[in-house]
C-alpha cells in the first residue's frame, strides 16, 4: 500500500482526509503535533477518533517545549504583535507542526503527506513550503483544496461512511495552542460585527467592576524570557501556562485581528491570548528601562520583519536565523521584575525592578534634576543639534 502521513487535527477537514484517503488506497499514518491547549484525556479522544476514521496508526508528538525554543521565545523577544494586535498565535505553532510532521513522514519512509487546508487560507503556504523544502521527494495531497469541497459537502460525504459526530453543530471554529486561541465564526466574515462573549473559550469568572478582585503577578525575567511568577521558578513555557490560567479567569487577551493573508486577500479572525498579551507588554516595558534608544529602535523594524516572515511562512530562510542572532543579542540585560495588576477583562503594568534599569543612572531626573552637565554645555548641545534644521530652512526660504 501507498504509504501517507496525514498531518491530524481531530477536525472535520483532516477527518474526510483520513477516510477518503484510506478508501482510495493509502496506508493512513495519522500525526498530531501538541504545540499546547491538550489535555491527556483530548488526546486520547482524537486518538480514538483517528481510528475510527480508518487510519493504520496514530501518533501524538509533544512539541510544546520545541515551539518555544524555536519560535516563541523570538517572539518575546521582539514583542511581535502583528499589524499591533495579533500575537501571532496561530501562524508560529503550524511551522513547529509543518515540521515535526515532515520529520515523521521521513522517519517512517512514507512517500505521502496530506493536510486539510482549503485553497482560500494561509496554512497551505506555511504546510507545503516547509514539507517542500525538507523533503521535496514526498508528495503533498490535500483533498479538500483539490476537491474544493464544501463544509457539508464533507459532512455529507462522512455521513454516507457511517460517521456522524455532530460538525454540523459547531458555530464557531476554534485552535488553541500554547500562545492563544484563533476564534472564526460568521462574524468574522464581516468587517462590522462582534463575536459575542460566549465565542471565546474562557469566560470570566471575577464578576466586580470595583479593585478588590484585581489580582497583582509579579513577572520574572531573565535574559529576556519569563523564568518565574510570583517568585515560583519553572521553566518558560509552563510559566506561559500558568499565566495564562491566571489572566484568563478575568476574561483577558479578547480581540479580533485583521490581517493581509499570504494569498492576497483580508483576512479576520477572533482570538484569545492571555498569557502571550501580558508577557509580550511587560517584556518590551523592562525593555525600555534596560536598552538604549537605539537598540529599542532597531529591534523594532526588526522584530516586525521577523514576524511578517514567520507569518508568510518564511521560517526555514537562513534571514531568520540572522534575525533571531540580534533578537537573542539584545536580550543580555532584559532582566527584572514586573508588576502587573489583573482586572476583569484588562490588565495594566505597575512598574518594575532591575539592576539594569538605566533610570537608575546618577545623571540626574528627567525634567526635574541634571547632574551631568551645565546649562551652558546644554545651550550649546542645543544649538549644534538644531543646525542642520536651520541650514535647511535659511536656504529654503528664499526659494
Known amino acids: 500500500m501507498k504509504k501517507l ?18 478508501k482510495e488506497g493509502y496506508d493512513v499514518h495519522a500525526v498530531s503535533v501538541n504545540t499546547g491547549g491538550f489535555t491527556k484525556d483530548e488526546i486520547k479522544d482524537i486518538e480514538s477518533n483517528a481510528y475510527k476514521m480508518g487510519v493504520s ?3 501524538n508528538i509533544d512539541a510544546v517545549e520545541s515551539y518555544y525554543q524555536k519560535v516563541i521565545k523570538y517572539l518575546v523577544f521582539g514583542n511581535v504583535l502583528k499589524n499591533n494586535t495579533y500575537p501571532l498565535s496561530v501562524s508560529a505553532e503550524r511551522i513547529i507542526q509543518a515540521i515535526e510532521i515532515v520529520e515523521y513522514a521521513k522517519s517512517i519512509g512514507a512517500k505521502y503527506i496530506a493536510h486539510g487546508s482549503t485553497g482560500a487560507g494561509n496554512d497551505q503556504v506555511r504546510f ?20 474544493k469541497l464544501s463544509r457539508q459537502e464533507e459532512i455529507d460525504y462522512l455521513k454516507n461512511n457511517g460517521i ?3 460538525w454540523a453543530t459547531a458555530k464557531y471554529s476554534v485552535n488553541k495552542g500554547l500562545w492563544g486561541t484563533s476564534i472564526g465564526g460568521a462574524e468574522t466574515l464581516t468587517s462590522d460585527k462582534a463575536l459575542p462573549s460566549e465565542a471565546y473559550p474562557s469566560q470570566l469568572k471575577v464578576h466586580s467592576d470595583s479593585y478588590r478582585d484585581e489580582k497583582k503577578v509579579m513577572l520574572t525575567f531573565k535574559k529576556g524570557e519569563l523564568v518565574a511568577i510570583n517568585g515560583k521558578m519553572d521553566v518558560p513555557q509552563k510559566n506561559i501556562e500558568l499565566l495564562n490560567d491566571m489572566a484568563s479567569a478575568y476574561a483577558i487577551g479578547r480581540d479580533i485581528h485583521v490581517g493581509d493573508t ?11 491570548a492571555a498569557a502571550a498579551l501580558i508577557i509580550i507588554k511587560a517584556h518590551h516595558l523592562l525593555e525600555k528601562h534596560t536598552l538604549t534608544k537605539w537598540q529599542l529602535q532597531h529591534k523594532e523594524y526588526l522584530s516586525s520583519f521577523y514576524g511578517m516572515h514567520l507569518h ?5 530562510d537562513p534571514v531568520m536565523r540572522n534575525m533571531e542572532a540580534f533578537l537573542q543579542s539584545s536580550q543580555e540585560q532584559v532582566s527584572g521584575n514586573v508588576f502587573v495588576s489583573l482586572r476583569p477583562y484588562h490588565f495594566s503594568l505597575d512598574g518594575i525592578i532591575s539592576e539594569h534599569d538605566l533610570m537608575n543612572a546618577k545623571f540626574g531626573s528627567y525634567g526635574e534634576d541634571n547632574k551631568g552637565w551645565t546649562a551652558e554645555e546644554a545651550k550649546g548641545f542645543i544649538k549644534i543639534l538644531g543646525n542642520q534644521n536651520k541650514i535647511y530652512q535659511h536656504v529654503n526660504s528664499r526659494v
Open 5 to 22: 502521513v496525514i498531518a491530524y487535527s481531530g477536525g472535520l477537514d483532516t477527518s474526510y482526509c483520513a477516510v477518503s484517503l484510506s
Open 128 to 147: 507545503d513550503i516547509i514539507f517542500q523544502t525538507l523533503a521535496p521527494e514526498i508528495e503533498i495531497i490535500t483533498p479538500i483544496r483539490d476537491g
Open 164 to 166: 456522524d459526530m455532530s
Open 312 to 316: 508568510e511562512g518564511q521560517y526555514l
Open 262 to 272: 499570504i494569498v492576497g486577500i483580508k483576512g479576520r479572525v477572533g482570538f484569545e
Open 57 to 59: 496508526t496514530y501518533k
